[in-house]
């Protein structure tokens, strides 16, 4: 799973915003494409690894038009206890727009693992959500909301509702970006996805460097992430050390 790391990227969400991309125009077409390959400590979603606390390596990319539609595409290493997942393959598209002063997001996004066999009494893992995203810059500072639903939850576990909070301050020293976020889960039928409804937050310092000689950029940022989730009761209760505070780090080359 992504999303704002996408945080590490859409990766990620680290969850962490993801960094801006490169554009790459193509043409005439108004189409620009902006990739980017990432190597991260550990692969968060909402708080949770993904990797069970295991190097990710990622891809990314994204095509959009001046009109405002885009598509795009990730996909990491995963590795869940009781599951032969280790792939997750994630597609999304949707369309941005300004609202006055405010820079809004609406699209849906699939979350999907292939090579992925279901054990009997095994819940399918493959689901989606819809979202909506909006940023507002007061100077230096960027501030970030979203709100997630998806009808029917990782694991069939039924309703779900994610809400996030957050902001960029581009501090003006060094080119460092601060960050934070803040963000909470609603899941209709907690015993299926294994943990209460709970929340999480993460602070991050990032920095872009240019590549002398290819001309192209790297992000290097580093973090600190925790969720309100005991250890007892992370992942039906297996007490797994995935939900647990942490430190992260990661590299986003963009192209």
């Known amino acids: 799973m992504k999303k704002f790391l996408i945080a590490m990227a859409t990766a990620a969400g680290?969850?962490?915003?993801a960094p801006a991309s490169a554009q790459i125009t193509l043409g005439e077409t108004g189409l620009?494409?902006?990739?980017?390959?990432?190597?991260?400590?550990?692969?968060?979603?909402?708080?949770?690894?993904q990797t069970r606390s295991r190097v990710a390596w990622q891809g990314a990319f994204e095509?959009?038009?001046?009109?405002?539609?885009?598509?795009?595409g990730f996909i990491s290493n995963v590795h869940f206890a009781g599951t032969d997942a280790r792939q997750e393959v994630d597609v999304f598209g949707g369309y941005r727009f300004a609202l006055g002063p405010v820079n809004l997001d609406v699209g849906v996004q699939g979350y999907f693992y292939p090579g992925f066999t279901r054990a009997p009494g095994m819940q399918e893992m493959?689901?989606?959500?819809?979202?909506?995203?909006?940023?507002?810059e007061i100077g230096p500072v960027n501030l970030l909301a979203a709100i997630n639903v998806s009808p029917n939850y990782y694991g069939r576990s039924g309703t779900g509702v994610y809400i996030e909070g957050g902001a960029d301050w581009k501090t003006g020293i060094w080119d460092l970006v601060l960050g934070g976020r803040v963000g909470h889960q609603w899941i209709e039928r907690n015993q299926r996805f294994g943990t209460p409804d709970y929340a999480w937050w993460g602070i991050?310092?990032?920095?872009?460097?240019?590549?002398?000689?290819?001309?192209?950029?790297?992000?290097?940022?580093?973090?600190y992430y925790d969720t309100n989730i005991s250890r007892g009761d992370c992942i039906f209760g297996t007490r797994q050390d995935i939900c647990g505070a942490r430190a992260m780090g990661y590299l986003t080359f963009k192209f």
Not at 14 to 17: D, F
């Open 204 to 223: 991050s310092v990032s920095r872009d460097f240019v590549l002398p000689v290819l001309g192209n950029t790297i992000t290097a940022s580093v973090g």
């Open 126 to 136: 493959d689901f989606y959500e819809g979202y909506l995203k909006g940023t507002y």
């Open 14 to 17: 680290i969850a962490s915003a």
């Open 63 to 72: 095509l959009t038009h001046t009109s405002g539609v885009y598509i795009g």
């Open 32 to 49: 620009t494409l902006a990739p980017t390959a990432t190597i991260a400590s550990d692969y968060l979603f909402r708080g949770i690894s």
